[in-house]
């Protein structure tokens, strides 16, 4: 992403670039869910935003790169929204349910773009799938969310051999939940939110199962068949080999 890197001084407010930045990003989102993705053109988004074409391509390498920044945008609002749950909470289905709601949250005012562009997400050969190589700081940034939802957990030990695998399945049922939300059409999306509730009260039995030995292998095995047989998971994930243990599982 080729944005200009002259943040302001501590305690400043924006820069004028990142200003500019936000306003062309803002702007783009609305022309999406206006107009579709498909229909919307940089010149077109450089004309609402009230720049020139070669000032929105400064910022924006192109349509796809304002996707990725909206990704990263969403990322660091869910970030920022569950720093009160991750504070307040201890107990694992606690933590988990409270991001999972938060992202529903986050997400919430974008629902009908998301339905609008799941076509162009869902290609697992397009830059804009969350598995991509270029989705990846926003990949990361939701896994580490789901390394510290473990990490903050009382009375949840995880065994070193799942510190990875875990908080990277927890973010695959985080991708079913939204998923199932593109698709959810009741008011306020309101199975959505049961089913993150559901969905966390499950993650945290399994999640507390895996530390029992005999079922480590197991865990590892559904990391596997996602690595393997998911669209664009073999290059999204690091090689789920790393870290075992060959303490006879091999």
């Not at 349509?63 to 990725?68: A, G, M, P, V």
């Not at 974008?110 to 989705?135: G, M, W």
């Not at 049961?194 to 865990?219: D, I, M, N, W, Y």
């Amino acid at each position: 992403m080729s944005a200009k890197n002259d943040g302001p001084a501590a305690g400043a407010g924006p820069s004028k670039s990142e200003q500019t930045r936000a306003l062309i990003l803002e702007t783009a989102m609305r022309l999406f869910q206006e107009r579709g993705y498909d229909r919307t053109t940089m010149r077109a988004i450089a004309q609402e935003a009230g720049v020139s074409v070669g000032n929105a391509y400064y910022y924006f390498a192109g349509k796809e790169h304002l996707i990725q920044g909206f990704y990263d945008r969403i990322a660091a609002d869910h970030r920022a929204a569950v720093r009160e749950v991750l504070d307040r909470e201890t107990g694992l289905e606690a933590r988990l349910a409270g991001v999972l709601r938060a992202w529903l949250d986050v997400a919430a005012p974008y629902h009908e773009f998301a339905v609008q562009f799941f076509k162009n997400a869902a290609d697992p050969d397009s830059p804009l799938s969350p598995f991509s190589q270029e989705s990846e700081h926003a990949r990361l940034e939701a896994i580490s969310i789901h390394r510290e939802v473990l990490a903050g957990a009382n009375r949840t030990k995880v065994p070193e051999e799942l510190r990875d695998v875990l908080p990277e399945l927890m973010w695959l049922s985080q991708m079913g939940l939204c998923l199932y939300w593109i698709f959810d059409r009741t008011e306020g999306r309101q199975r959505s939110y049961r089913l993150a509730e559901r969905g966390a009260r499950l993650t945290s039995r399994g999640v507390s199962l895996s530390r029992f030995k005999v079922l480590r292998p197991l865990v590892h095995e559904v990391h596997e068949l996602f690595t393997d047989f998911l669209p664009g998971m073999t290059k999204a994930l690091p090689d789920p080999q790393r870290g075992r243990k060959r303490d006879g599982e091999g």
